[in-house]
């Protein structure tokens, strides 16, 4: 969506969209979040055909919910893609930040807050410590990411001790995945979104006037500003007929929206591109190639703590799978799923939701039709094999035509 | 600027790596307005030179004037700072970024008011500042929103021409602009080349393309085996003189191409091809 925002100037103006370049840029990736949209609709579809209760309000709620942790570590994730790195510790981490928190707060009578803060340093400094580790010695990520996964979830193990399982009952940490706002609230939230984009949109457009540039089209303006209003009227309309809108799903998306403007809209983003893109031709415009490396671990794993805070705030307890499982495969899959390349230097943080909205439907959607983890993870994972072989095709068909 | 005084001047510059003198007392100037063509077999020391007055590697013995003042080029950010830019083979852009971007890599300007606290930057002056550019230098590019890995290679060169012109230089140093570009995009990266003679800045292009060299230059260098071995206007001279200064024997018209490494890697001569 903001990566439209990006490439829909040039859009309007030079081309008249004919069939063939359409699905050309379709396939090249340039449409992603068109491609990704169009096949979350699908997903819903099917689903809903199989079982109606999948489009409820109660269902949807439920969908938002689940996604909130996955769609969480995946933002981190993101930036370490962009970077063509991978990070394998962030299941690991989650688990483990989850844990001290619960430590902290059930054994040691801490305050929740402090608690959280203290969860999300612990995920911040093992990223930085990663990152470290990674530029300082040109250790592949992939490597010391691996070494991390098990330490941490041997370090999760460690703090949990001998107990192997804490309930949390503390209500500030509860209520952050189990808080539902009253209807009024929930469309105050949405007047919110909907100004505030108006706004971007519209300061945007005067600022590109104002210095002599071609600009989107008015109407242009008003399709994006439209699809939005009603995506977000409609998303209110139906939280609100069920518990009302989650704060787990107003964090998730403040940090989308907040990570989405650093990477996109911040000279530290346009680096982050620029290392992933051509890391020589960075540090030869003077930027701090390794500073950004372990700036990007250190967010990927904040990410990965904040996202295991959400797990188990909607647990109610962390134990000893706390950030196992699939969970590290998902948070990895759904970005790519969703348009961020594996090769680095394409992507953006949107497609952390959008990736963990279409794993999130496809897990659940599976689940109300009571099929069996077997099939769920074949299908998930033909999913992930076909949103690898797009991004594939789309770089070598990049390669091919880029240079005239 | 003081007249008379050569913008740029090395008196004397030697460059040794261990057994192999590389540099050996080279005196070499260029003024403003002027383009010099730095010609020379493989090996004979023109990337040395270049990267010695880009500050890569410190001359080991002679002085660098710089309008007229001795000045110490020891590093990279010297030769910057005292309005040397160097356009290297490579090019060194980013491909997944747009021309703006790229042409503003690493000096990304922030936005005033609001913006500022966010750091966030100002993609509109930016853009207007790039369009400027562009069109002062006649560089045509479909989109400035374009991403560099789609442009041809006579447009990514003249980006990174572009480019090393924001930090308002007074040195040009090219390292073979024109090397794998076909005939059309050769012209405009010649063209590019004049019209940075128009704005009196002194141009160094190295070439291996003698036509190219004679096409745009004014005057011409020559270095054989880390000596000078010529200095030519290119308004009295011809091929021949300057291939038998090139290759120090009568002139028989071959060009030199051959393809042994200079002692410091030109790893870049095979980066053209990749992406």
């Known amino acids: ?404 | 600027m003081s007249p008379g005084a050569p913008l740029l001047q090395l008196e004397g510059v030697s460059k040794r790596f261990g057994p192999v003198q590389a540099l050996d007392r080279v005196d070499f100037s260029v003024n403003a307005g002027e383009v010099v063509g730095l010609v020379g077999d493989n090996g004979a020391g023109k990337s040395t030179m270049v990267k010695t007055i880009a500050g890569i590697h410190a001359a080991d013995e002679g002085t660098i004037r710089f309008d007229g003042n001795e000045v110490s080029i020891a590093k990279p950010q010297d030769a910057t700072g005292l309005g040397i830019a160097t356009v290297y083979q490579d090019l060194a852009l980013c491909d997944n970024l747009d021309v703006v971007a790229n042409l503003f890599l690493g000096r990304e300007e922030v936005s005033s008011g609001l913006g500022t606290a966010s750091r966030q930057l100002d993609e509109a002056r930016m853009e207007h500042e790039t369009g400027e550019l562009l069109s002062n230098l006649a560089v045509t590019i479909p989109s400035l929103r374009s991403e560099v890995g789609t442009l041809s290679g006579g447009q990514r060169q003249q980006v990174a021409v572009a480019r090393s012109l924001l930090g308002e230089p007074k040195v040009v140093l090219l390292d073979e602009p024109t090397a794998a570009l076909g005939v059309a995009q050769t012209a405009q990266v010649l063209n590019l080349i004049r019209r940075l003679r128009e704005r009196e800045l002194g141009v160094v292009v190295i070439s291996h393309n003698l036509v190219d060299v004679f096409e745009v230059a004014d005057r011409i260098f020559v270095l054989r085996l880390g000596r000078p071995a010529g200095d030519f206007s290119a308004d009295a001279t011809t091929e021949e003189h300057v291939v038998s200064a090139i290759t120090g024997i009568g002139s028989d018209g071959e060009k030199k191409n051959g393809i042994e490494e200079e002692l410091q890697a030109e790893n870049a001569e095979s980066g053209e091809e990749g992406r």
């Not at chain 1, 909607?314 to 799923?337: C, D, K, T, W, Y």
């Open chain 1, 1 to 404: 969506m903001s990566e439209a925002a990006v490439s829909t100037v040039e859009t309007s103006e030079e081309s008249v969209p004919r069939p063939k370049e359409t699905w050309r840029r379709l396939i090249q990736g340039d449409l992603a979040s068109l491609r990704v949209v169009i096949g979350l609709a699908l997903i819903w579809a099917i689903f809903q055909f199989e079982n109606d209760r999948f489009l409820s309000a109660q269902n949807l709620t439920n969908l938002m919910l689940q996604i909130t942790a996955i769609g969480l570590i995946s933002v981190g994730i993101v930036y370490v893609l962009l970077l063509g790195e991978i990070d394998l510790s962030v299941g690991a981490v989650s688990g483990l930040a989850a844990a001290v928190m619960a430590v902290l707060n059930v054994k040691h009578g801490w305050n929740p807050y402090l608690a959280i803060a203290a969860a999300v340093a612990v995920g911040m400094a093992i990223g930085l410590l990663q990152g470290s580790l990674f530029s300082r010695f040109a250790v592949p990520s992939f490597v010391v990411t691996l070494a991390g996964l098990l330490a941490w979830q041997g370090a999760l193990l460690q703090v949990l001790g001998s107990t192997g399982s804490i309930n949390l009952t503390d209500p500030k940490i509860t209520g952050l995945a189990n808080t539902f706002y009253s209807d009024t609230v929930g469309w105050i939230f949405a007047a919110i979104v909907i100004g505030g984009y108006g706004a971007v949109l519209f300061l945007g457009h005067r600022r590109r006037v104002a210095a002599g540039l071609d600009s989107e089209s008015l109407a242009g303006l008003v399709v994006r500003f439209g699809l939005v209003a009603v995506v977000t009227i409609v998303a209110t309309t139906v939280l609100n007929s069920d518990r009302g809108v989650p704060l787990a799903l107003l964090i998730l998306l403040a940090f989308v929206v907040g990570m989405e403007f650093v990477v996109k809209r911040t000279g530290f983003g346009r680096h982050v591109f620029a290392v992933g893109g051509n890391a020589e031709a960075a540090r030869r415009a003077g930027i701090r190639v390794n500073g950004i490396r372990v700036a990007v671990f250190g967010i990927a794993g904040t990410m990965a703590a904040i996202g295991g805070i959400m797990a188990a705030s909607r647990l109610l307890a962390v134990n000893q799978n706390s950030g196992g499982n699939e969970l590290l495969l998902l948070a990895i899959a759904g970005p790519v799923i969703a348009g961020t390349s594996l090769f680095g230097g394409r992507g953006s943080v949107w497609t952390a939701l959008m990736g963990a909205l279409v794993i999130g439907s496809i897990s659940n959607g599976m689940d109300l039709l009571a099929l069996s983890s077997a099939v769920k993870f074949m299908v998930t994972g033909g999913v992930l094999l076909l949103a690898v072989l797009v991004d594939a095709v789309a770089r070598n068909q990049r390669s091919a035509s880029g240079r005239v």
